[in-house]
């Protein structure tokens, strides 16, 4: 799709690179006769004629250099840049959110591994799903490839690594699979999340209208197969209050964060998949019958100081 794009605006470009290459071409020689660089054929009328004919002989091959130029160079370059994307995207990409957490914080916490070394820790394997769709799915994905000693400073209680792997997993098999079909519930919940996607999104007259009306309607839809599919309760808001409780009892009354003083990434995990819905309806309603917002609020205010943090280890020294 990428490279389609890319080739659709290369020839859209394509008249005005033309033009562009031959008007250059043909002002450098126009500005060269004016300033005396190219000596006329002799004098006269005859003479001038035969000039100006060879200007014009001359200018037009410019031209049609110019042009021949622009465009060897203008479906050259794209081809290349293709090519070298697509080379770097099958060696680096990475489409798995869990896959990728687990590199970026296993570098943050082991900088004698390069990144790359880190990655090829996560192999893909192809498989099967219940669909009988063909999925990628990558080892040991939520596993941080830490050495002994750094184990025993990231986890110094043994059981905690194996809750943090067990609730990021719950949280991508069970708590994202609630979501569509919580915020597109009903038509009028639908359209309210759409109505704040392009108010958020800042759309355009037309593509907002589109957008939220033809999304909403396919949305409410898709919603209603995703819950079928997932065998979720007719009132979905009863599994999705069910799961925010069900975390709220995993991380207990002892602790601020199933990380303890701090979020690991099953808080991270579990509060990037709610955070998707503030703003809406499925979101106020969870607030209201479930014990979670002490919870999320702690993490709104941990993930905010460390961003205040982070910006000023940022700023330059003066």
């Not at 840049?81 to 970026?104: F, G, K």
């Not at 009903?186 to 800042?202: H, N, Q």
């Not at 007259?205 to 999304?215: L, N």
């Not at 601020?256 to 099953?266: H, I």
């Amino acid at each position: 799709m990428a490279a389609a794009c890319s080739g659709w605006r290369c020839l859209g470009q394509l008249p005005w690179r033309l033009r562009a290459a031959g008007q250059a071409a043909g002002m450098g020689l126009l500005r060269a006769q004016s300033r005396g660089y190219c000596v006329p054929f002799g004098t006269g009328r005859y003479a001038r004629a035969r000039a100006l004919k060879g200007s014009r002989m001359l200018v037009g091959a410019a031209f049609a250099l110019g042009g021949t130029f622009g465009l060897f160079q203008t479906l050259q370059y794209p081809l290349q840049a293709q090519e070298h994307l697509a080379e770097q995207q099958a060696a680096e990409q990475l489409n798995d959110s869990s896959v990728i957490i687990s590199a970026v914080k296993t570098y943050l916490i082991s900088r004698k591994k390069s990144l790359e070394e880190i990655v090829s820790f996560y192999p893909p394997m192809k498989a099967v799903n219940e669909r009988g769709k063909e999925v990628t799915e990558y080892g040991n994905k939520y596993w941080l490839m830490l050495d002994e000693m750094e184990t025993q400073h990231v986890y110094p209680i043994k059981e905690a690594r194996v809750e943090e792997m067990k609730w990021r997993k719950w949280a991508d098999d069970w708590l994202v699979h609630l979501i569509s079909p919580n915020v597109y519930r009903t038509p009028r919940e639908a359209l309210a999340s759409f109505d704040y996607i392009v108010r958020e999104g800042k759309f355009g007259t037309v593509e907002g209208f589109f957008a939220k009306y033809v999304g909403a309607v396919a949305m409410f839809f898709i919603g209603k197969r995703l819950k079928s599919r997932h065998q979720l309760q007719d009132n979905v808001r009863e599994d999705l209050y069910k799961a925010a409780n069900d975390w709220v009892k995993a991380v207990g009354k002892h602790r601020p964060f199933m990380g303890g003083s701090q979020p690991n990434l099953a808080d991270l995990a579990v509060y990037g998949v709610l955070r998707v819905m503030e703003g809406l309806e499925a979101y106020d309603d969870m607030m209201t019958h479930t014990k979670i917002q002490p919870w999320y609020h702690r993490m709104e205010k941990a993930i905010g100081e460390a961003e205040v943090t982070n910006w000023q280890l940022l700023q330059p020294l003066y």
